[in-house]
């Protein structure tokens, strides 16, 4: 398996790093600038479609293990889901896998033309409902947890498990979206955190639970891919920027990201597994939750822009960009120390 981490990664990266200047000269071609203002840090026209790079360098990335016999084996992996001695379902880890590029396809269109010419927010909204639908439909779905206090594992409704698998993933995509403010910071922080799930996945991989292992190892490739495609195009949107990713990028990336913790740091026998991918963004979530209080107290839209982020702030009391991004970074990183070291702790008790 580790050779199928490896190429995922350094395809994802070559990939994603080739083509993010042809995504620039795309952009500027199709007029998809971003324009300054009293609002933005950056003082010129910049292209916007970074997105096309990391999307290009993710799908490459993973489809090209289509050249190594296990990783076919490990799509061809089917599980019965039984109930009540009732066979309900039939899990396939190949649909969950065309499901997350399907769904990561809608949500790279949505922003391509969000990038292009602003989206209103509710079918905005809408579009990455279906998109979180789809994915359910493919098989991807938090159907339960193990809690301290129950001796089985619990189960939720169905109606329950697609709801919050829906806000779930929404709330990653918009996440990630929200806190793509600085140069180099949304595709540094997710690239952590990916890394971060990879390893995590890794170390969860030897479970007993067939599926779960399986599982865990296809998430483990989808972070390889999440990393270097994010690392790719961060050569060329670190401080000073070249190129944004856009919501093309960002919805993208968080969705994927989102779509990974479903399919594999969740999948431990513990409730402590639902913590560890909150600990690694727990940064950007804190600072998108204080935004939107921070709005709805002054009674202004929840979606409307403002300069009230943390870095915002650390800007005003005249920090520089990369002084900012490199503290989310390490901020982030120890978050990341910390849920890996919690998935090896409780590794071991159990």
């Not at 969740?266 to 913590?275: M, N, P, Q």
Request: proline letters at 3%; a positive charge; glycine letters at 8%.
């Amino acid at each position: 398996m580790n050779n199928l981490y490896l190429s995922a990664f350094i395809v994802s990266l070559v990939i994603s790093f080739a083509f993010t200047p042809l995504a620039g000269l795309l952009a500027k071609k199709f007029k998809v600038m971003d324009n300054p203002d009293a609002r933005k840090v950056h003082s010129k026209l910049m292209p916007r479609w970074g997105g096309i790079a990391i999307y290009l360098g993710f799908v490459v990335g993973v489809c090209s293990l289509f050249l190594f016999k296990r990783f076919g084996q490990l799509l061809a992996f089917r599980h019965k889901v039984i109930v009540n001695d009732n066979l309900i379902d039939i899990l396939s880890l190949e649909n969950q896998f065309i499901g997350i590029i399907v769904g990561g396809t809608i949500l790279f269109i949505l922003g391509l033309l969000d990038d292009k010419k602003s989206i209103p927010p509710v079918p905005k909204f809408l579009i990455q409902i279906i998109a979180a639908l789809t994915v359910i439909n493919y098989g991807i779905n938090i159907t339960g947890l193990n809690l301290p206090f129950f001796s089985n594992y619990l189960n939720f409704p169905l109606l329950l498990s697609q709801i919050i698998t829906i806000f779930w993933l929404i709330g990653f995509m918009n996440t990630i979206n929200l806190i793509d403010g600085l140069d180099g910071l949304a595709a540094g922080v997710v690239a952590i955190a990916a890394s971060t799930f990879l390893i995590v996945a890794i170390l969860q991989s030897d479970t007993k639970v067939i599926l779960f292992s399986k599982q865990l190892k296809l998430a483990a490739i989808l972070c390889a891919a999440l990393t270097g495609a994010c690392i790719g195009f961060l050569f060329h949107n670190f401080y000073p920027a070249k190129i944004f990713m856009g919501d093309s990028g960002s919805q993208f990336i968080g969705f994927i990201l989102g779509a990974i913790t479903v399919i594999g740091t969740l999948k431990t026998t513990a409730v402590v597994s639902l913590f560890i991918p909150i600990i690694v963004v727990a940064f950007p979530v804190l600072d998108v939750a204080f935004s939107i209080l921070r709005r709805f107290s002054s009674k202004k839209s929840i979606m409307e822009a403002d300069k009230g982020h943390f870095h915002h702030r650390l800007l005003g009391k005249g920090w520089t960009q990369r002084e900012i991004v490199f503290l989310i970074y390490i901020i982030t990183f120890i978050l990341s120390l910390f849920a890996i070291l919690i998935t090896i702790f409780n590794g071991r008790v159990m």
